[in-house]
């Protein structure tokens, strides 16, 4: 999954795809790279970010939208209101990755179900203006999948088939660095939920912490830390990931082929690359 923000203040690329010339060419330059989806967002989620008004939200994506579709692209809405998927979808998005699990918008969930379109579902506690004061639990990994179970009991509930929906364990949402950490080891438990994983780590803080300058303390710039994000891809990919969120594809679609490789036992000829 490509990931194409448009929006002004995004934490991985500072607003460099915020005009939608931009942000069509962008896209283009994913798929090029291997990504089978992008990703469309026009509200930052990163910590302390204000939300846009819808009208501004709908400004940013739906012309972006509407050119890559015509252009055959599949394409997922990353929005947490119900109108701008809604309008999303009949620009020619396919999917609404929602970071809320329809809790941001109580109408969220009716769409979806009214809708049949897939749905992905992240683990959320609160908007991104005060989300990280939320970072507290016994164990994040049992509290993230019982909280998981909840929203997939308020989804089946809602009528929704859960054969459209996946998960994400909202890396970064709510989650300190400690906490991404022991959900990335922990991956495979997720599967005890029984639906397809998202996962979500591309340029993230906490990567930016560990690859801090060692002298001066600074974490590395978002924009370096691409490398380290197509390990953690390779690293979902082997744990059983269905998909992966990334900034720059082309590193983590060569990422997700060799884990697929180590994971499968598939002879290399057999996967035509002899």
Known sequence: MGVVNVTPDSFSDGGEWFEPAAAIKH??????????????????????????????????????????????????????????????????????????????????????????????CMHWRGHSADMQDRA?????????IAELRLRIDAIAAAGIDLNRVALDPGLGFAKNADHNWEILRRLPEFAVLGLPLLVGASRKAFLGRLLADAATGAPRPAVRRDDASAAVSALAAAAGAWCVRAHAVAASADAVRVAARWSSGVRTEDMGNG
Request: aromatic share 2%; net charge negative.
């Open 136 to 144: 507290r639990y016994d164990d994040v990994v049992t509290d993230v």
């Open 27 to 120: 896209g283009h330059e994913l798929l090029a790279e291997g990504a089978d989806l992008l990703d469309v967002g026009g509200e930052s989620t990163r910590p302390g970010a204000e939300r846009p008004t819808r009208a501004e939200e709908l400004r940013r994506v739906l012309p972006v939208i509407e050119a890559l579709a015509a252009k055959g692209a599949v394409l997922s809405i990353d929005t947490m209101r119900a109108d701008v998927a809604a309008l999303a979808l009949d620009a020619g998005a396919s999917m609404v990755n929602d970071v809320s699990g329809g809790l941001a918008d109580p109408d969220m969930l009716a769409l979806i179900a009214e809708r049949q379109v897939p749905f992905v």
